[in-house]
């Protein structure tokens, strides 16, 4: 498949989930001039969202995707489906109080039961697997953690399905000396890039109109919004903004809000009797830079570890990924590494999302790491706002992290100042 385009950096044509897409039409680019009701920029799993669920409200919907879809975090990412938002129960009662906080992860929650009901309504075939997902201790306190954090899940917000497990018990689950975990039943994992494909599916098939190639490069407000790319223009009522760590300048307000940080992954070879996770669970580590895994269908491990604060990626994405896996996992040292690629993860101050809207211009972005599942909530969350309900979207919006420190300019530099301080503490400690 081409690997050239507005979202194809980070050597995405030569992932593990491209090579195992499901066959999927090209999508024309927009040329001339159309009116619509709804335009939506970003063919990733918001705007794929907001623009089914707007359309089987009536609505008609155009989709502007500058590359291809599913191209961006939404098909390269680490595929774990981890239900809740990044920060945990108990920050959200520390900054919400314990009604808000519940009434927020009750919604956030939502997220998983909309994506497995699209799976199953849509005939999406995208490796779905609900085997859980563990979290391995590597750090001294992170037990107390675990247990404080699965008390305050189980008491404030209702939700009982957290184990916390032994080293042992750990051990048997992922073959790796972690301190001991805390295993969540209902998460789990997915080809992301396939179930990205079946929602554009569902979209076409709702009435969406998908342009591909066709980046949207300017934003009139005045007297109506317009949406403009190099061959054509959108003329809509309403505009959701969902391209995420891609979308640069489009509507200055929310810039400054979001930071696209490189991350990086590899696919081994299949490793037959060598697979490494025996509960085929999804997993991560609680180190600031953290690691996370899952075997994929074909029985390959797929690693993602390592940030770079820099725009430019590594030279070589599986040399800078490999000795991160095998400290991991030393079993595996010198085996096979047959994909490596990256994308952005685009994180917020507070690590939660950034969702709302200026009079019509809808935006949901800077889920940070944490945006498998949310993504399409956030989605159907914009299309309720903008047919008519915007009370789940303002509960969402209540969410809204500060902008990062200098504003647009320096943002980079003093949040990378920052980063690397955390990433060497992980290093100084292990
Ligand atoms: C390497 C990596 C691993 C991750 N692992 C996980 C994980 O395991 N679990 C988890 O929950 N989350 C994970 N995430 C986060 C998750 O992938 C994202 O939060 C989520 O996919 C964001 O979806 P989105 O639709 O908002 O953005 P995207 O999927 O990035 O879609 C945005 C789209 O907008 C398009 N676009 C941008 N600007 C324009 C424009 N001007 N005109 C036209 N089109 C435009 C882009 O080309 C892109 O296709 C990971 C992210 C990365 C990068």
Aim: proline residues 5%; charged residues 20%; glycine residues 12%.
């Amino acid at each position: 498949m081409a690997s050239t385009g507005f979202n194809s950096g980070l050597d995405i044509g030569k992932s593990y989930y491209v090579a195992t897409a499901n066959a999927a039409p090209d999508h024309p680019a927009l040329t001339g001039d159309v009116e619509a009701d709804l335009v939506v920029v970003g063919g990733g799993c918001t705007g794929l969202s907001a623009a089914l669920h707007a359309a089987e409200r009536g609505l008609k919907v155009v989709l502007l995707e500058g590359g291809k879809i599913g191209w961006g975090a939404s098909g390269r990412n680490g595929g774990q489906i981890i239900p809740g938002l990044r920060k945990g129960a108990k920050g959200l009662v520390k900054a919400f109080g314990p009604e808000r906080a519940k009434a927020l992860f009750d919604l956030a929650f939502e997220a998983r039961g909309l994506v497995l009901d699209i799976i199953e309504r849509h005939g999406i075939e995208c490796d779905l697997r609900l085997t859980g997902h563990l979290v391995g201790a590597v750090n001294g306190s992170d037990m107390r953690e675990f247990e404080e954090e699965a008390e305050c899940l189980a008491k404030v917000m209702d939700f009982p399905h957290v184990e916390i497990l032994s080293a042992a018990e750990a051990r048997r689950m992922v073959d790796t000396p972690y301190l001991g975990a805390s295993f969540e039943t209902l998460g789990g994992h997915m080809h992301p890039l396939n179930y990205t494909l079946g929602l554009a599916r569902a979209a076409s098939a709702a009435g969406v109109t998908i342009h591909e190639n066709s980046v949207a490069v300017r934003l009139e407000r005045e007297p109506a919004i317009r949406l403009f790319t190099d061959k054509g223009s959108v003329r809509a009522r309403h505009v959701v903004l969902a391209g995420d760590a891609l979308l640069n300048g489009l509507e200055p307000r929310v810039n400054s809000r979001i930071m696209p940080i490189g991350n990086y992954i590899v696919a081994t070879e299949p490793l037959g009797a060598r697979n490494v996770i025996p509960s085929n669970a999804a997993v991560s580590d609680t180190l600031f830079v953290v690691n996370y895994y899952r075997m994929s269908a074909d029985g390959r491990l797929l690693f993602g570890g390592g940030e770079r604060y820099t725009p430019s990626p590594p030279a070589d994405i599986a040399g800078f990924v490999r000795p991160h896996m095998e400290k991991t996992f030393p079993q595996l040292r010198g085996c096979r590494i047959d994909h490596a690629w990256g994308g952005l993860v685009s994180v917020t101050t507070s690590r939660l999302p950034h969702v709302g809207h200026y009079g019509e211009v809808y935006f949901a972005h800077g889920y940070s790491g944490k945006g498998v599942i949310l993504s399409t909530l956030s989605g159907k969350l914009l299309a309720e706002a903008i047919t008519g309900d915007a009370s789940r979207l303002d509960l969402f919006s209540t969410l809204t992290p500060l902008p990062f420190p200098g504003g647009t300019a320096l943002r980079g530099p003093l949040y990378v100042l920052g980063m690397l301080w955390y990433a060497m503490r992980d290093r100084l400690r292990h």
